[in-house]
């Protein structure tokens, strides 16, 4: 008997993600107001540093939000100071990556295990909660810029055209720039796993010691791979300035590094979309939370949490990816 | 140091605490060596080996490769004067491909072109027979393939000196055969530091042996005659070994 011969199921390529992605990101603003829509992009850029410096490279961030308060603060600092936003938006990034570098350095190159890793930078997002904090009062200042303790830095310019301070961008135009930035990050660190760099990043992450004796300096490698991911949390933060036009030391608070972890391990370590949709769906959530009398969102993120570690262990989008996978052939050659 | 010296080990001792595992060995390799550390656990033969790959740092004495110092050196370093570990648990990125296991440390000498990379990485899937692994992921692998696929990834950088540490570990006695007819076929491009336990796979390799006891070097010379030796018998493979049954 003749047997009809199966139609291949579509496979799903690289460039098919960042098409549907940038198609979601397109049609968003018809379904939900930019201000949530902005504040959910913001939140997936950062949730894909802290994907890229942990789900690909490795090591566990306990205090990304030290470098998207970092990268906030520095945008109001330097935007009252210099009045535009162009060059607070590049220090604010810059400032973020070069304290990420630095702390980085001196972990990698200290030999520091990961459970102390873990400890040091949340300290370090501490100490900054606490020290901000406490910057109330007229000596607190950085130029023109006072640090306001626990009130925060109100009032600075917002994002604006670049070189026409005159014309600030707010609403959907915000949301159209936060959209861009986030989708040229992803595309930019999707590819840079593909090269050579990711696939070492990839081997240091699976087995340190043999990347070393390898000859690869395992050093800085993560060095550089944590500075990466805290340029981009950096730039989380100066987005979000823009948007809440205010920064407080929440930014730095341990709140949202947890927060981070989690939309991290719910959308699906390990990849770089995952994450993304993690921030989305778990911010989504919370804001609808907050709305409603009865409901405490503590309670419900943290059940939702152990929810998915029980029965999503790989997380949100590995679970749908595998539903979309060819089976694989048979034989010893079935591979990756 | 002779011109053929290209390992040469002068007082190294190693100190843990109070315990002190390694104690004054001295010891040179001529180019094209094959040399085996054999000696009872707890010997110090592979604490001195992690020595000599820069995986630990000597309290005390000096370790020079083709006549330069590694004191100081970071592990990645050794390796990159031309220095291939193999470790005795089988080291391997175990979520990526074989292929991509040999890629990565073939790719590691920046000279190379891509196309010379790849030539490395078929040249040793035939070399070692893994062309039926190659796409699977190395944490899948039984364990004589393990130490297979990373006896690739230690000869894909094309070392001068190859540090294998028991290589025939656990291998079934025909994998215990080809390993050996690998390891000899080495000396032609490397100099060869083994340490092992398998006395048999010692006699089929060795060109020279180092029996090791309680930090020191017992004794030192062809494997005959070290293996013969009745202070190596006595301490190494027990004194009832040389009694009539």
Redesign the interface.
């Known amino acids: 008997m003749k047997r009809t011969p199966t139609p291949p199921r579509a496979r799903l390529r690289p460039w098919h993600g960042f098409a549907a992605t940038a198609l979601l990101l397109a049609l968003a603003p018809l379904l939900v107001n930019d201000f949530t829509l902005t504040l959910l992009a913001i939140y997936a850029l950062l949730a894909l540093s802290l994907a890229f410096v942990w789900g690909i490279g490795g090591v566990l961030c306990f205090g990304q939000a030290a470098f998207y308060g970092l990268g906030a603060y520095t945008y109001a600092v330097v935007s009252i100071n210099m009045g535009g936003s162009s060059v607070a938006l590049l220090l604010g990034v810059a400032v973020a990556g070069a304290a990420a570098l630095a702390l980085g350095s001196m972990m990698f190159y200290g030999r520091i295990g990961d459970v102390y890793l873990g400890v040091i930078t949340l300290v370090f997002t501490l100490l900054l909660f606490k020290y901000v904090s406490s910057t109330a009062g007229s000596a607190y200042a950085i130029g023109q810029a006072q640090l306001g303790g626990f009130n925060g830095i109100p009032g600075f310019p917002a994002l604006n055209v670049p070189g026409l301070p005159d014309q600030p961008v707010y609403g959907l135009g915000l949301y159209a720039v936060v959209a861009s930035a986030l989708l040229a990050c992803w595309g930019l660190l999707r590819w840079l796993c593909q090269t050579a760099f990711g696939r070492v990043l990839a081997g240091v992450r699976e087995n340190e010691l043999r990347a070393e004796l390898s000859g690869y300096d395992v050093r800085l490698i993560k060095t550089l791979t944590f500075g990466l991911g805290g340029a981009v949390a950096g730039l989380a933060g100066v987005f979000f300035a823009c948007w809440a036009e205010i920064v407080t030391p929440e930014v730095f608070s341990l709140g949202v590094s947890a927060e981070i972890i989690i939309w991290v391990l719910v959308g699906g370590l390990g990849t770089l979309w995952g994450p993304m949709l993690g921030a989305v769906l778990l911010g989504a959530l919370k804001g609808w939370l907050g709305t409603q009398q009865g409901l405490d969102s503590g309670v419900v993120m943290g059940l939702l949490l152990m929810a998915v570690v029980l029965f999503l262990p790989r997380g949100v989008l590995p679970a749908l990816l595998k539903l979309f996978r060819r089976p694989p052939p048979e034989g010893p050659a079935n591979g990756r | 140091m002779a011109a053929d010296t290209v390992v040469h080990a002068s007082g190294v001792v190693m100190r843990f605490g109070g315990v002190t595992a390694v104690d004054g060995v001295s010891l040179r390799l001529r180019r094209g060596e094959l040399r085996c550390l054999i000696g009872p656990n707890g010997a110090g033969k592979s604490t001195f080996f992690k020595c000599l790959s820069g995986q630990l740092v000597p309290t005390e004495g000096e370790i020079l490769l083709r006549g330069d110092p590694i004191e100081g050196l ?3 370093a050794v ?2 004067l031309g220095v ?2 193999k ?1 005795q648990v089988p ?7 074989v292929r ?2 040999l ?3 073939a ?3 920046r000279q190379r072109s891509a196309a010379e990379v790849q030539q490395r990485v078929d040249e040793l899937t035939e070399q070692l027979g893994l062309g ?6 190395a944490g899948a692998l039984a364990h004589g393939q393990r130490q297979m696929v990373e006896l690739g ?2 000869l ?2 094309n070392p001068w000196l190859v540090l294998l540490d028991e290589p025939a570990g656990g291998l079934t006695r025909d994998e215990v055969h080809r390993m050996a007819e690998l390891v000899r076929a080495l000396t032609a491009q490397a100099t060869v530091v083994v340490v092992e336990h398998d006395m048999n796979f010692v006699r089929e390799i060795a060109d020279t042996v180092t029996a090791f006891h309680r930090g020191r070097v017992l004794a030192e010379g062809t494997a005959d005659a070290v293996l013969s030796d009745e202070r190596v018998r006595d301490v190494y493979l027990g004194r009832a070994a040389k009694e009539p049954a």
């Open positions: 970071a592990l990645h390796a990159r291939g570990i470790t080291s391997l990125m175990n979520a990526l491909s991509e296991n890629w990565l440390s790719r590691s000498l039926a692994q190659l796409q699977r992921d990834v230690v894909a950088r």
